[in-house]
């Protein structure tokens, strides 16, 4: 059965590098973008079969010398058998994991809302600081960064910000931020000295291309006004700061960085379509409101997924029971290790369910 189904991947890849190589698939770059991507896919599981089909001769090689040796040699083939069979444990795993159905959202890039919920000034501070994390965060990463809109409050923190992420395997990993997150700390706007408990929320999209969502200009309502700044005061003198309300859903996206009107229009329908696409993907998997409201929540102390304890520099993830003395660092950028348990807790959660 295994054999059966190499032929036939190693046949699908040698037909999606042909089309590859064919010029008129290279000018469509819509196209040639997704026979890349399966190319990738298919070269993975051929590779993964190839080598467990070497691994699998080599081990019935070591039992055949095995069962045959004597001495030194025995224990040598020993090794060379619990080598072969570890590295098919291995190579089996990572073959199921490959054969996994493919997430839908894994090749887009992200859009993320952070926005201070419970807490007051000492939330919004908070918010600005899982900002800069991920800002850090996407640098190690190799991943692009690029605001595109935001709300400061009075000491300097966000009431709201939204940021676009771009970048290999960005999906993957951000997905798993999203959800309300819970500071533990003395702030600066604490004068005896006491802990309090904040929260901000983190809400993770996947970024919706305009061939993606079908927008009715006739389901939109505009209102065009002046941005302001923390306080509210006016920072500009043309109303320039935009609204766009989707009347069928209530969906409301405000964009107010830009001096254009037309590029805070764009960067708020940007928003728009990528909240659309989720709503409907949710729908779609009969989870739409659960969906939401498990990334967002209400916002308040007792919901969270993580827990930011700075007396402690300790990081929990309550998910997944994860925790990390190394706050700072983590602040600094350093998600990897809470990223990759993620990761590994979701990919085992899926293989459990297929078996």
Sequence with gaps: MMDGRFDELERELADVEGRLADPAVFADQDRYAELARRHKELDALVTRIGEVRRRTGDLEAAR?????????????????????????????????????????????????????????????????????????????????????????SEMGGYKEITFLVKGDGVWTRMKHEGGPHRVQRVPVTESQGRIHTSSATVTVLPE????????????????????????????????????????????????????????????????????????EQDRQAAEASEARRDQVGGGGRSEKIRTYNFKENRLSDHRIGLTLYKLDRVLAGELEDVSDALVADEQTRRLTEVD
Excluded: C
Excluded at 249 to 278: F, H, P
């Design 64 to 152: 055949e010398m095995f069962a045959e040796s004597s001495g030194d040699d025995r224990e040598s083939m020993r090794r060379e058998v619990d080598a072969a069979e570890a590295d098919l444990a291995r190579l089996a795993q990572e073959l199921r994991l490959l054969l996994l159905p493919r997430d839908p959202n894994a090749d887009r890039n992200v859009i993320v809302e952070i926005r201070g919920a419970e807490g007051g000034e000492e939330a919004n501070l908070f918010a600005r600081d899982l900002f800069e994390m991920y800002r850090a965060w996407a640098g190690r990463m190799g991943w692009t960064f690029e605001v595109l809109g935001s709300e400061g």
């Design 208 to 279: 919706a291309a305009e061939v993606d969502v079908s927008i009715d200009p006739g389901d939109l309502q505009v209102d065009v006004y002046r941005s302001s700044g923390p306080g509210g005061q006016s920072v500009n003198t043309t109303d320039s700061a935009v609204r766009v309300t989707h009347k069928p859903t209530g969906l409301v996206v405000a964009m107010q960085d830009e001096k254009s009107q037309i590029q805070n229009r764009a960067k708020a329908l940007r928003v728009l379509r990528s909240r659309l696409l989720k709503l």
